[in-house]
């Protein structure tokens, strides 16, 4: 079946540090992988949507330079979120679907981000 | 506002009893996912649906694109059927963007 792993499942980083957060798909091919962010007391919100062989599209109040995200191939995304600060803690999810095969939207398990 | 408004945000059930979760959409979705996130963090899909119904076990799910909401039922409800369910639309304006709502935690008591 599909599946999706993320690591690191957790982490913590110091106010001002960048950490980089991987997503694999396995058992179809990532044509699309979307990653979204659940802060605390809210609910999940894309970050951005990357198709393999378009431009990765941001969404408002989520930037490259901030969130830049990486799509090499149909079973890997990573992404990094740059110098962190408090704001940025939550569960981070990446979701991936074969464009081509299914509508589902297959989520991994999340890396929830700690800022000290 | 908020595009999808789902409901209650909190539901207590006995085991063996049921009911339903309510998803309304300010606009006109293409397709809505349910999801469960367990015990470990998981969202787990439960349904994808771009019209009609779609059942499995205990679960059943319903999508009115017209009427802008989506329901998902759960009859004699476990003690493992305890988490956080979300809702998800797409808005079909914004390619495969999903918006979710803000879940509901259901607690399933003996």
């Known amino acids: 079946g599909a599946l999706v792993y993320q690591y690191p499942r957790r982490t913590i980083c110091k106010s001002g540090t960048s950490m980089r957060m991987e997503c694999q798909a396995v058992?179809?091919?990532?044509?699309?992988v979307a990653w979204y962010r659940q802060s605390p007391q809210k609910t999940f919100e894309l970050i951005a949507l990357s198709t393999v062989n378009s431009a990765i599209k941001y969404e408002q109040n989520f930037t490259q330079e901030k969130f830049p995200i990486s799509h090499p191939n149909l079973s890997f995304s990573s992404m990094t979120v740059l110098n962190a600060y408090l704001e940025d803690r939550g569960l981070y999810l990446c979701g991936a679907r074969d464009e081509g095969a299914a509508e589902t939207l297959y989520f991994g398990s999340g890396t929830r981000l700690t800022v000290l | 506002g908020d595009q999808v408004e789902q409901s209650p945000s909190a539901l207590s059930l006995h085991e063996g009893t049921g009911s339903a979760l309510r998803c309304n959409f300010t606009?006109?979705?293409?397709?809505v996912q349910w999801f469960r996130k367990n015990s470990r963090g998981s969202l787990i899909n439960l349904f994808y649906?771009?019209?009609g119904t779609k059942e499995n076990g205990r679960l059943k799910s319903a999508f009115d694109s017209k009427e802008r909401y989506s329901t998902l039922h759960i009859r004699d409800a476990q003690l493992e059927d305890s988490g956080t369910y979300f809702c998800?639309?797409?808005?079909?304006?914004?390619?495969?963007?999903?918006?979710f709502g803000i879940g509901t935690l259901l607690s399933v008591k003996p």
């Open positions: 058992g179809f091919q990532a044509t699309s």
């Open positions: 998800a639309a797409e808005d079909g304006s914004s390619g495969n963007k999903l918006i």
């Open positions: 649906l771009a019209s």
């Open positions: 606009t006109t979705m293409r397709a």
